[in-house]
């Protein structure tokens, strides 16, 4: 799944940026820097499950939830823990109905929800964001990033911006990733597509499961790593965020729909028609953090197999069904993988 599914894993990044670029005042930037971890905080009540289901339950459960309607979930288990898997492919279009019922089987009984990794910051993050003496988030004085594109794909940059109802100039001032991260960023707000996240932590949270992030990464070395990628790399992540704009109002409900009933083949089409690859392997910053998205969520799993009880994990399809991902790793492990082909 490249492309968007591939992005999955940094999309915490656009609200910090969105806000710096507004300048709020510091107060107001703080709360909105940790407001995606706070709301993963979630309840501390242990569930009331402490004691590992039977095997019989185990087959019962797998069973149970192999017969209901909803997106691709994988499960693994050892004689004293369970886990379940569930992959996104990207934001969904507000309101688009989804069965939620297998999901929800899944987390019946679980000891926590494991989500994706949040962006965390502080008030000096806001001054260098927002000051950036020294250019590095920002372009040089008199330096624009559709200056430093090619014509064919500034003008594409121009139209995209205008689609989801901003002036070009609106991200002239920052280096090239940034300005696409908040470009894309603009298009979900503007085509009103929200990741479904938080209604996975919403069923969490009414049966009492502990909500966690996978880890807290600090906003500034994520910005400052993007930021200094190579300008034929960013010229390739600029090319993705036009791409990702210019499909989203055709490939978004189409997306949604395949997710919402586990429909792995048809999102690998739409993800392997984008134009992703040569920004997701030649960015640098983007390459490493998606490795250690990966490294971070294989010893998490490894961590959850050795715990007793069940454990569920909210995970990009990409880090989960490419060649080489956390199901082939679960799987050289020795471990069953139960749960669609991909």
Known sequence: MRGIGRLVSILPLFPIARLARRALAPAQFAVAAFALAASLAGPQTAPAQDVPPSPAALVEEVEVIARLPGPALWRVSTPTSQLWILGLAGPLPKGFPWDDRRVATALDGARELVLPPAAT?????????????GHVLHMPPGQTVRGDLPPALAGRMEAAARSVGQSPSH?????????????MSDGNRHNAVVPPIMRVAGLAK???????????YKVMDLLRGLAA??????????SLAIDTIERLPADGPRRAAAWAKGDLKTLK???DASEGGSCLDAAPAVAALRDRTAADWAKELGRALAAPGK???VIDLDSLTRKGGL????????????????
């Open 121 to 133: 910051g502080g008030l000096g993050d806001v001054f260098s964001i927002l000051v950036d003496p």
């Open 171 to 183: 991200y002239d001032h920052w280096r090239p990733v940034l300005a696409a991260l908040i470009l």
């Open 206 to 216: 009414s049966r009492r499961v502990k909500l966690r992030p996978l880890a807290n």
């Open 229 to 238: 990628t190579p300008p034929e790399a960013a010229q390739a992540c600029v």
């Open 269 to 271: 089409a739409i993800g």
């Open 311 to 313: 454990t569920v994990v």
């Open 327 to 342: 199901l082939d790793q679960l799987k050289a492990q020795g471990l069953e993988v139960i749960g669609p082909t991909y």
